[in-house]
């Protein structure tokens, strides 16, 4: 029997996006005959690294920036490495990481289809990934005609640190939540920063969504639950990571040609009371987005709709025409091929997305998505990766 290579997942796995991505290339692992996967936990103190005499023994490494500066200390080293989550790119070590761009995007998209009209953003200027999710948010919010509000932390100010001393965390957010307009979306650089946002307007007595809708990102279970409010939230494909991490190593060790970086757009923001409402001023407007966004997903016609809300096509039409600007059978189609558009993203081919989401045939659901979006779902599919 030949030997197995030995490949090691070297992070601390004590967050929950780490977890996911050694989830992710356990599974790659799994189908590769000639893997013996192996993950070694590090703790976050960084002082209990593997020896060199272990890592020798390793035939490829998966790891992270920081623990790659601090083992091989920018050298390209011996073994073949591929670093995840990484912030840049590293040049002579692959990596694959999140799209924050497009996760910045998709928080101006969904804050923007719930109807808010003012739109912040709160992270930190001293993490590379918070900059870049702003970065994607900003431009979005912009070709809405909206302009931005973004609020950064100095790093010694950054929520996440602040759970040890109460009174200066709720002062300082209590500051800026009073210097923003209302209703107001705001996008939170991650759930952490989102759970003590949420606190901080509900210690205020305001209302969460409708003074202000937050919306996180991680999808993490933790902070999630201590904001004891369901957080809305940007669902990362961390687990896809792992696996194209993973795969890169496996073309390195084969002598393929390996990308120099592959970044993973999100999958879709997981809609949870924070954002679970539409700010639009006519209730009758309001009800039958809930109505439409319930139902994304099926072939709802107008007439599902006035039949659900009691009304009748002329007065619901003149209202969506008068609120939104768009048509109401225009609106629906919109969010039908929003949905489909999540799931593209997560890697259902074209034709089972046409058949999930009720369309006729998947020519039709091309030319309707292509229509909407100024791109083939195909095409929109083939960026996964890019």
């Known amino acids: 029997m ?12 004590s967050s929950h996006s780490d977890r ?16 013996s996967f192996d993950p070694w936990p590090v703790p976050a103190s960084l002082r209990d690294y593997p020896s060199r005499h272990d890592l020798a023994a390793a035939d490829g490494i998966l790891t992270t920036e920081k623990i790659d500066a601090r083992l091989f200390h920018g050298k390209s080293g011996r073994v073949p490495r591929v670093l995840f989550l990484t912030d840049v790119a590293h040049r002579g070590v692959p990596s694959a990481s999140l799209n924050e761009h497009a996760i910045g995007g998709m928080a101006a998209e969904h804050l923007y289809s ?24 900003v431009p979005a919010v912009e070709a809405r005609q909206i302009a931005p509000i973004v609020r950064q932390f100095p790093l010694r100010e950054v929520p996440v640190f602040w759970s040890w001393n109460v009174k200066r965390r709720n002062e300082s957010l209590h500051r800026m939540l009073d210097a923003l307009p209302r209703p107001c979306g705001i996008f939170a650089a991650n759930d952490v920063i989102a759970c ?19 919306l996180g990102v991680d999808d993490d279970p933790v902070p999630n639950a201590a904001a004891g409010l369901a957080l809305s939230s940007i669902r990362p494909d961390f687990r896809e990571v792992g696996r194209q991490s993973a795969r890169l190593l496996n073309d390195i060790l084969h002598g393929k040609p390996a990308a120099s970086r592959v970044l993973i757009p999100p999958v879709c923001v997981a809609v949870r009371a924070s954002t679970d409402e539409f700010m639009t001023d006519d209730p009758l407007v309001s009800r039958a987005q809930g109505y439409i966004e319930a139902h994304r997903h099926e072939r709802v016609l107008v007439g599902d709709v006035i039949r659900a809300l009691g009304t009748n096509r002329v007065t619901l039409g003149k209202k969506f025409q008068r609120q939104l600007d ?61």
């Open 2 to 13: 030949p030997r197995k290579r030995h490949i090691i997942f070297l992070q601390d796995l």
């Open 114 to 137: 719930r109807g808010y009209r003012q739109l912040a953003f709160i992270g930190s200027s001293e993490w590379r990934w918070s900059k870049a999710r702003q970065e994607g948010f």
């Open 196 to 214: 003590f946002v949420v606190q901080s307007i509900r210690e205020k007595g305001l209302r969460v969504p409708g003074d202000f809708g937050v």
């Open 20 to 35: 996911e991505v050694c989830l992710g290339a356990a599974e790659y692992a799994a189908a590769q005959p000639d893997w």
């Open 326 to 386: 768009v048509g109401l059978q225009a609106y629906i189609l919109s969010r039908r091929v929003e949905y489909a558009s999540d799931l593209l993203r997560g890697g259902l081919s074209v034709e089972k997305v046409a058949e999930t989401c009720g369309f006729s045939s998947s020519s039709y659901f091309s030319r309707v998505f292509k229509k909407i979006l100024q791109c083939s779902p195909g095409s929109l599919r083939r960026r996964r990766y890019s």
